[in-house]
């Protein structure tokens, strides 16, 4: 069986997101981690077997030098570097939202995963009156003007 090896980057710190395999993420990434939830987020993490490990120099010049060929190393800070150094190292999958950094790992032929596409989504409803647009706790019909209250996404 091939576990799959996952790199994550600081954002999946800031939010509740699934993460299974082997789990990873540098140095740089726990630096700026400096609210208690990002922090708490990673205490339970590491309860489960994060691993903070760095990229190798030769990784980061790999990315160094992809980044330059195709125009965002300016955008690109050190810590995504060292992300997607460390997912070339390790021949795993970069959990990122960031295009800048998409962008490099196509090109390097590493495999990312959007984080807001995973996230559990939570869906919360709104009812509006579809006739004079007020706002209400239920559908039904409207006590104003009498029209059908619709249920919607916020
Ligand atoms: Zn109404």
Redesign the pocket.
Known sequence: MVIMRAVLDASFFFGEYPAEGEIFTTPSVIDELRDIRSKGNFEKWSARGLKVQSPTEEGQKRVNATAQSTKDYAVISGTDVDLLALALDLGGVLHTDDFAIQNVAIVLGVPTVSLSQRKARRVHWKFR??????YSEKDGE??????A?KRKLK
């Open positions: 009156c579809s006739g004079c647009g007020r409207c006590p104003v003007c009498g029209a209250i």
